[in-house]
């Protein structure tokens, strides 16, 4: 059973950092894009980062690029994404999602919705 689980939310005040984390199990994806989506509530989901298999590309939203940073461990099967100078608007449930397909750019997410998903980690950020 492949698994996709999220770790690190919390509330921080604006203009601070947090650092989420997602560990994969099941199989591995190493040779697969991996990548952030976040939902506000009564919102659809919206792509927030990705990177491509090796690491060596990444794809960010407009809205976060400079302030966001999105990394992989392939010998651990994780995911991570550095979020500094959070803003009110970046509040909300952020999922870690990967995708089936092998060996495409990480530009790849932000087009085609991903096959697996994790459950979501709250993110806060206080004014």
């Known amino acids: 059973q492949v698994q996709l689980v999220e770790s690190g939310g919390g509330l921080v005040q604006a203009g601070g950092s947090l650092s989420l984390s997602c560990t994969a199990s099941?199989?591995?994806?190493?040779?697969?894009?991996m990548g952030w989506f976040l939902q506000a509530p009564g919102k659809d989901h919206k792509f927030v980062a990705a990177i491509n298999w090796s690491g060596g590309s990444t794809y960010y939203a407009d809205s976060v690029k400079g302030r966001f940073t999105i990394s992989r461990d392939n010998t651990k099967n994780t995911v991570s994404l550095q979020m500094n100078s959070l803003k009110p608007e970046d509040a909300a449930v952020y999922y870690c999602?990967?995708?089936?397909?092998?060996?495409?750019?990480?530009?790849?997410?932000?087009?085609?919705?991903?096959?697996?998903w994790g459950q979501g980690t709250q993110v806060t950020v206080s004014s």
């Open positions: 999602a990967a995708s089936d397909k092998q060996f495409t750019t990480a530009q790849f997410m932000a087009v085609r919705a991903p096959d697996y």
């Open positions: 099941g199989r591995s994806f190493s040779t697969n894009v």
